[in-house]
């Protein structure tokens, strides 16, 4: 077993609280995808288990093993940062068998390791070159090989596929994940864009401001984001997040206005609505908007609309063709995926009632 378990981490940099009391278990063989804005501090909380950072207060136990204090190189930790500078006078042979060497493997075993991740991520042509002849993408590989080279249970990766271009980073998505349920070890992995959260997570955090504010199973947190938070970090494209008033049983916000279950009345709220939530007009509460700009991604659009002065995002299927610029669009939603949250607090209230 090797579940990672955070017990009540704080860290501090001078008066600047970095993490705030976290506690959060990472299951043993799941892919956890930390997520949360620059500067929320996914790095540190992963520097942590790396054992790069020491926090000020609590515990981190990995398979029921306290390894607080325990040096890096005796952790069964591999670890891909997130700005990576591979050896430029090594080979990518040498630079992947590095952790290795370091954790003082003998030479056959350090062989057999790196051919193994090096098929894994069919990078085994580029062994015998050194860093300057690589391309970006070429790069990005050969760090993740050598952040997987070593015999770890958990494998961390701080934000991997940052900087690299949308079809560069899908495919390796799709080759990490592979990766992750062969290697059969316990992920964490930062994540800093919507789409790279929604399609690695088994496991979601959500952070914010040093706070985990928000975790469970993906389906389950994109389902119940249960805070403004993890509702705008949650989905892909983005989730419209409208500012109203909970006024006379209902709420009013940008073209809506719709009865509520729950408590808030007289409270300044947000309201989330997932583009993929708005549909045909007719159902629920409806409403319109002018189009201002249409996104092209395959067989959806996503469209940009005008509603009286806030702006909406929804999602079309290019079959039904692309609505024309400048023209109204009416559309409809279903009360329960009105999600109503406190706009001070960020806390769920409630969903709008049929
Ligand atoms: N060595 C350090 N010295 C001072 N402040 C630091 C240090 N490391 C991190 N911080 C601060 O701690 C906070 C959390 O940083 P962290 O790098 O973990 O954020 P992050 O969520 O990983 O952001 P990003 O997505 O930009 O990488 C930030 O405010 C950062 O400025």
Known sequence: ????????????????????????????????????????????????????????????????????????????????????????????????????????????????????????????????KTPDLLSGGEKQRVAV???????????????????????????????????????????????????????MAQELAVLERGRVVRKGPVEQVYAEPGNEAAMRLVGFPRANLLPGRWQGGAVEAGPFRFPVAGRGEGQEVLVGLRPEDAGAPGRGVTAQGTVTLVEDLGAELVVYLDCGGQPLTVIRLAEEGAP??????????????????DRRTGDALGRGAA
């Open 145 to 199: 090989a050598r952040g997987l080279s070593r015999e770890a249970r958990v494998f961390v990766l701080d934000d991997p596929l940052v900087g690299l271009d949308y079809k560069l980073r899908e495919r390796l998505m799709g080759d990490l994940k592979l990766l992750a349920a062969e290697l059969g070890a316990t992920f964490l992995y930062a994540a800093s864009d919507p789409l790279e959260t929604l399609t």
């Open 324 to 341: 024309g610029l400048g023209q109204p669009l009416a559309f409809g939603v279903s009360p329960s995926d009105l999600l109503v949250f």
């Open 1 to 128: 077993m090797a579940d990672v378990v955070f017990e009540g981490v704080s860290r501090r940099y001078g008066s600047k609280v970095a993490l705030d009391g976290v506690s959060l278990t990472a299951p043993d063989r799941r892919f956890t995808v930390l997520c949360g804005p620059p500067g929320s501090g996914k790095s540190v909380l992963l520097r942590m288990l790396v054992g790069l950072e020491t926090p000020d207060e609590g515990r981190i136990l990995i398979g029921g093993q306290d390894v607080t204090d325990t040096p890096p190189a005796q952790r069964p930790v591999g670890y891909v940062p997130q700005s990576f500078a591979l050896y430029p006078h090594l080979t990518v042979r040498q630079n992947i068998g590095y952790p290795l060497k370091l954790a003082g493997a003998p030479a056959p075993r350090i062989a057999e390791q790196v051919g193994r991740v090096a098929e894994l991520l069919s990078i085994q042509h580029l062994l015998d």
